[in-house]
């Protein structure tokens, strides 16, 4: 049973491209989570959901759109794919009422703008 | 605002060796503090963690103490295998928030 999974797990695709990357939890969380991975292995949140309404959204650009259609499940939209978007995408998810709830992570996607 | 610092890696030790991975935090209040670990290919999976002073996290081998007067959290291990090779990351979350705040990440490699 995959607690937290994301589609796909590799994407290659052209500058100036849109793409998405689905995410899912079946752990029951009511909040999910976008990390960004760079090359040097430095993580970066970019969007936090808790019951589908956004509570955190860090210094990323409009280009990226989350988007929650339920509490289980946290999309990734990014418009007009550039180079620097070149990186692995975590989807994470943890129950929120505990300052100590450990997050579960996905695989990762990683996307390779060419 | 509430920050992590890792030593840099990477760390390379020979199978059996003793393993220390040193972390320092910045918060306000008493954050509670993990060790994630990444193996190759693979999304970051809790090692382990502790929620107030002077308590030790342990799992599989590796334990870390929390110590508020020097506001460490060090992970420690014997013993280390080949299998323990991955990046490990240290992490706090503020009782002031709900965001894990990450460190750098610190990359072992353990040569048989």
């Known amino acids: 049973d995959t607690a937290v999974s994301q589609t796909p797990k590799y994407l290659v695709t052209q500058m100036g491209n849109d793409k998405s990357i689905k995410c899912e939890q079946n752990?029951?969380?009511?909040?999910m989570y976008w990390y960004k991975q760079d090359s040097k292995k430095f993580l970066k949140i970019m969007f936090s959901y808790n019951n589908k309404e956004l509570i955190i959204n860090e210094t990323v650009p409009n280009r990226f759109s989350p988007k929650s259609p339920d509490k289980a499940h946290l999309n990734l939209h990014i418009n007009s794919l550039e180079l620097g978007d070149s990186a692995v995408y975590f989807c994470a998810s943890s129950q929120v009422d505990s300052s100590n709830s450990p997050l579960h992570f996905g695989n990762g996607t990683r996307l390779t703008v060419t | 605002g509430d920050s992590v610092t890792q030593m840099e890696g990477p760390v390379t030790l020979s199978e059996e060796a003793f393993l220390t991975i040193n972390c320092t935090y910045t918060?306000?209040?008493?954050?509670?503090l993990f060790w994630y670990v990444q193996y190759p290919g693979e999304g970051l999976q809790l090692l382990l963690k502790?929620?107030?002073?002077?308590d030790k996290g342990s799992n599989k081998g590796f334990e870390a103490t929390y110590r508020k007067e020097t506001t460490s959290f060090h992970l420690e291990k014997g013993s280390v295998q080949v299998s323990d090779s991955a990046v490990y990351f240290c992490?706090?979350?503020?009782?002031?928030?709900?965001?894990?705040?990450f460190g750098g990440g610190t990359r072992l490699m353990v040569k048989p």
């Open positions: 752990l029951g969380h009511d909040t």
């Open positions: 918060a306000t209040g008493y954050p509670s």
């Open positions: 992490a706090l979350i503020s009782n002031a928030g709900n965001m894990l705040t």
């Open positions: 502790a929620t107030k002073a002077d």
